[in-house]
């Protein structure tokens, strides 16, 4: 149990265009989920916190017009980078809450992206 | 905010010896604190956790230290084979359904 997946698994896009990501958890509802990029050979650093049904929380630095984040149900948020740069080119990474009071969180298997 | 420092950066031992890697955060509203092994290109993977209101926790050859006074919580491999190779990242959260703030990451090479 606890699968969370995300599609694409790899993308390639040209500066200029934008690139959406799906996050599902595929058998428990999250009420939260979260999305972290990591750069080549550095940690995860957290961007943004999703709550079904509410708006994105961003962390400071991270633009919410560029990265726009959409939790429309217990099962999928997407993360939508507009206007795509190379130096947007990273692994971004989702981890959903299935709201049991545990603390564990359960990580996708991560977006390479890539922009040319 | 939380901000969690980990130490080394880079960690070689032979095939057998063990390992341990250093964390302490900031916030001691924090109580969890999760261990995660990565492989490159692949998701982090759970190796072990602990709670603030125990001190330590084994599973086999893997092991967690707390110390809440001091801010600082360890992982400890014994015995390490070859296959532990991999970047060793820990974190920490203060309540359920909140994020995790991850430390800097541990590479660690097992030799044979």
């Known amino acids: 149990g606890a699968v969370v997946s995300q599609h694409p698994s790899r993308v390639i896009c040209k500066s200029g265009t934008s690139v959406k990501i799906e996050c599902r958890s595929l058998?428990?509802?999250?009420?939260?989920m979260f999305w972290y990029r990591q750069f080549p050979k550095q940690s995860l650093m957290l961007m943004a916190t999703?709550?079904?049904?509410?708006?994105?929380?961003?962390e400071q630095g991270v633009e919410k017009d560029k990265f726009l984040i959409n939790h429309a149900s217990l099962t999928l948020s997407t993360l939508t980078v507009t206007s795509a740069h190379p130096e947007d080119s990273s692994f971004y990474i989702c981890?959903?809450?299935?709201?049991?009071?545990?603390?564990?969180?359960?990580f996708g298997p991560g977006t390479r992206l890539t922009v040319t | 905010g939380e901000n969690v420092e980990q130490h080394p950066s880079t960690l070689s031992v032979q095939e057998g010896d063990s390992a341990v890697i250093k964390c302490t955060y900031s916030?001691?509203?924090?109580?969890?604190f999760p261990w995660y092994k990565q492989e490159l290109g692949k998701r982090p993977q759970l190796i072990i956790d602990?709670?603030?209101?125990?001190g330590e926790k084994k599973d086999q050859r893997i092991a967690v230290t707390l110390n809440k006074t001091a801010k600082h919580f360890s992982l400890h491999i014994t015995e390490t084979q070859p296959e532990d190779s991999a970047v060793y990242f820990c974190?920490?959260?203060?309540?359920?359904?909140?994020?995790?703030?991850f430390g800097k990451g541990t590479t660690l090479s097992v030799s044979s």
């Open positions: 602990i709670r603030s209101n125990v």
């Open positions: 916030d001691s509203a924090s109580n969890y």
């Open positions: 999703s709550n079904e049904g509410s708006k994105a929380t961003y």
């Open positions: 058998d428990f509802q999250a009420t939260t």
């Open positions: 974190a920490a959260s203060t309540l359920a359904g909140t994020a995790l703030i």
């Open positions: 981890s959903a809450d299935p709201g049991t009071g545990s603390y564990e969180q359960y």
